[in-house]
């Protein structure tokens, strides 16, 4: 079965790190990229960023340089998300996604996690 | 960035009527648009690419249009399992964005 499971739900406190972990699975790791969205409660979506797991490189919103790292571990078919320095506008749903249809052009999300909730609060 | 504008920001319309939901670029992005359906508590579900093709077991009350900055997305007779939030999204450019979403309910 092709799905993407996400780790569970995080409570931090401002100032933490928080990392969360996407497992794919039915589909080959290294052929798409893997990205990251955040959704904050009652509000839309919005696009964190990419890791290419081929070759580990990123693409990043500008609004998170600096405080996010997207990383991949092909041996094990797991891409990561880290966001560093927590505040509570972070508080949000975050979905690991892949963009696996060539013809939708630069990545349209075909394939979606289940999401990870992180609050932070103190 | 493509800023992407969503109208309206909500509807409501009774069972077997027909729902349209409209997606404004900031600039052209030919057909490079998406389409998401999201029901309270889940992931999205992709609906449609390059602002027309249907995904694969999408139901065909579901289709879009449009090219350059302006797109529709239409329900021709809306059902119970249609109640959501829509957004659009532009697959034209980094950084990807997407509309702010409308929540179709039933009247």
């Known amino acids: 079965e092709v799905q993407m499971v996400q780790s569970g739900a995080e409570v931090k406190k401002p100032g933490a790190t928080v990392k969360i972990s996407c497992r794919v699975s039915?589909?080959?790791?290294?052929?798409?990229?893997l990205h990251w969205v955040q959704q904050v409660p009652g509000k839309g979506l919005e696009w964190m960023g990419l890791v290419d797991p081929e070759d580990g490189e990123t693409k990043y919103a500008e609004k998170l340089q600096g405080r996010v790292t997207m990383t991949a571990d092909t041996s094990m078919g797991i891409g990561y998300m880290e966001l560093r320095s927590l505040r509570p506008e972070d508080t949000a749903v975050y979905y690991c996604?892949?963009?696996?249809?060539?013809?939708?052009?630069?990545?349209?999300?075909?394939?979606w996690g289940q999401g990870t909730m992180v609050i932070v609060s103190s | 960035d493509i800023q992407m504008t969503q109208s309206p920001s909500s509807v409501s319309a009774s069972v077997g009527d027909r729902v349209t939901i409209t997606c404004r670029a900031s600039q052209d992005i030919s057909n490079w648009l998406a389409w998401y359906q999201q029901k309270p508590g889940k992931a999205p579900h992709f609906l449609i690419y390059?602002?027309?093709t249907l995904q694969s077991g999408v139901p065909s009350r579901i289709s879009g249009s449009g090219s350059g900055t302006d797109f529709t997305l239409t329900i021709s007779s809306l059902q119970p399992e249609d109640v959501a939030t829509y957004y659009c999204?532009?697959?034209?450019?980094?950084?990807?964005?997407f509309g702010g979403g409308t929540k179709v309910e039933i009247k």
């Open positions: 390059s602002a027309s």
């Open positions: 996604a892949t963009a696996r249809i060539a013809a939708a052009g630069v990545s349209a999300f075909d394939l």
């Open positions: 039915g589909y080959t790791f290294i052929y798409y990229n």
């Open positions: 999204q532009q697959a034209y450019s980094f950084p990807l964005t």
